[in-house]
């Protein structure tokens, strides 16, 4: 980990947000540089380059570092992703590398039970 304690990776400026198209401040939560912590902030990045399109924030701590930190967010497991904003607030544990369960724990895709109720009701 750096010196100062955390990362932050931001996405280059970009429009205001249209309508649906929210900013993400996202905070992850890791244990050190342990292998599962590293593949959880390649994984992060990833995703938000990938699914976010220059709409987010990402901020990587280190609870070593900052265990004050991690103590007032309640943060019980690393790698924990926690997304601020937009409310609500979500806390998804792991290493990210399940792409569609991040998509669904941040609210950008509904759960496939739910799709295909959705569909068997119309």
Sequence with gaps: ????KRMQATAPPSPPPEAGQE???LRL???GTTPQSMRA???ARK???EHLDGRYQLEVIDIYQRPTLARDEQIVAAPTLVRHLPLPLRKL???LSDFE????GLDLLAPRRAQSVERSTK
């Design 1 to 4: 980990m750096p010196k100062d």
């Design 23 to 25: 900013r993400f401040i």
């Design 29 to 31: 939560y890791v244990a």
């Design 41 to 43: 902030i390649l994984n």
């Design 47 to 49: 995703f938000c380059e």
């Design 93 to 95: 544990v792991g290493d």
């Design 101 to 104: 369960r991040v998509l669904i």
